[in-house]
């Protein structure tokens, strides 16, 4: 069985639809924060994406509008900002922004499994570097579910390519459960272990906030190049 990688940014940017604009009129802000996108995510994707010759599938809309990386029936599906939509226009944001991005990878896996290959799926994130009052000590966090064995063996090997690399601070399942509800795990219920191997990336977003451009750079370099050695040794 061949492999085959899919890379996917859910959280990649925060435009607003023009219908939809008026909802952050009190607090346009919040748009450019942690909450608002992934901060940095969209440029580590196409770094990955670059090295692996593939192409990402990223997703533009702020997560405040509709959140990608959330099931259809998640608390967490709509933000406080679109709450309180009716249901009609409710609809029409899963229908127009939702459900396309995640339709489009979920038939490319589909379509890669139907013609034997096994698929690595690696869908990228940053995290902001303090929550609620907390310091985060993750750099970088690698997430998978434990109870597959391959997503567990990929990571294990990733990680241990990049100790061998760098100082950073690298955990497994920070600052999120590689099993809480997201994208990857809805496609877990979708695929047998055997096909589908769902992976999240979650990066600090103090090297993209930092005044030292070069030092992100050098980060998304050091987890692309040892994205791809991983993936051309797994087998």
Known sequence: MANQIIITCEHAGNSVPAPYRKLFDNNPGILNTHRGYDIGAFGLAKKCAQRLNVTPFVHHITRLLVDLNRSPNSNELFSEYTRSLDEETKESVLNTYYQPHRTRVEQKIGDLIAEGERVLHLSVHTFTPELNGAIREADI?????????????????????????????ILFNTPYPGVMDGFTTYLRTKYKVTEYVGLEIEVNQKFPQSNDIGDWEQVQILIADTLYQTYKEWS
């Open 141 to 169: 966090g690698l997430l998978f579910d434990p109870e597959r064995p391959e997503e567990k063996r990929f990571c294990e090997a990733w990680k241990s390519l990049l100790k061998k690399k760098t100082d950073l601070n």
